[in-house]
């Protein structure tokens, strides 16, 4: 009798690595013997859609799509989004989430139009199920660790942990499959994410009304390729693209700190970091951010 094939999911939002993720997880899973199905969505290029992929293995599979209540675990990249598929896993099934939020412009309390609040981040949910959990803050991590990119592999470390899959397999698949020149620094956020405990919640994801009073626009010029996303969505104007395609910062004092651009910025090469100091310095916090534009702008 062939072994019964079991189910994971993976979802997240555009620019997380999701697609990636789901890859390396199932060279993992082949090299481990089984015959693996995935499937995944396509088509979210840009930072803040819903990207999620099927994964199922065993001795014989003949559909990559998870059953509702028949994953063993879910991993999310993004909280609404492990709110969101968290009825597919199985009961005594596991979670593994970034607690990093991806909370869309409207959401924030500031913006009077949006009804529902980005929902906070809770154990309520998973503990109601009666579900493992590993809740983790994947990309202060991987930022830690000088590579914030590789927060995905934070999250595949955690995984691992309930799959029975040798050590020697995830490392020859992410060795495999991420790009050049990043190897080391994604095993190293896999290795983090295998030990990393279970970070601090309870703390509101919205915004706070009226706060904080000051931004500071941060530009990674040697990620941003010029595609001009951010400054065609910004809704204050405040970004541009200058003759040679270089991204400048046009109005400083536009900037309202919604984060529009950092979403949907498919490179991750901006970044809104909020402050109330206002005679703070520069406030970079890339590690390694030699080449970074840093301009402070005020909430108006």
Known sequence: MAERSRGLLLAGVGGQGVVLASMIVADALVRAGHDVKQSEVHGMAQRGGSVFSHIRWGEKVDSPLVALAGAEVLAAFEW???????PYV???????????TVVPPGACADR???VVPYPDVDLAPITERRLQARLLDAAGVATGLGQVRAAN??????VAEFL???LEHWEEAIGRLVPPGTVEANLAAFHAGRTEPTAAIGQPAAKPVGSPSRYRVVIRHEWCKGCDICSRV?????????????LMVSEADAC????????LCPDFAISIHPDRDD???DGVEWPGATNATVVPGRFR
């Open 80 to 86: 609404a989004e492990a709110l969101r598929w968290m």
């Open 90 to 100: 199985r009961p005594g099934g596991a979670v593994v989430a970034d607690v990093r």
């Open 112 to 114: 009077r139009s949006w």
């Open 153 to 158: 592999s934070v999250i595949l470390g955690a």
């Open 164 to 166: 029975d899959v040798s």
């Open 234 to 246: 910004c809704p204050e104007h405040a970004l541009l693209l200058d003759a040679d395609g270089t």
């Open 256 to 263: 309202t700190g919604c984060e529009l651009c950092e979403m």
């Open 279 to 281: 005679d703070r310095g």
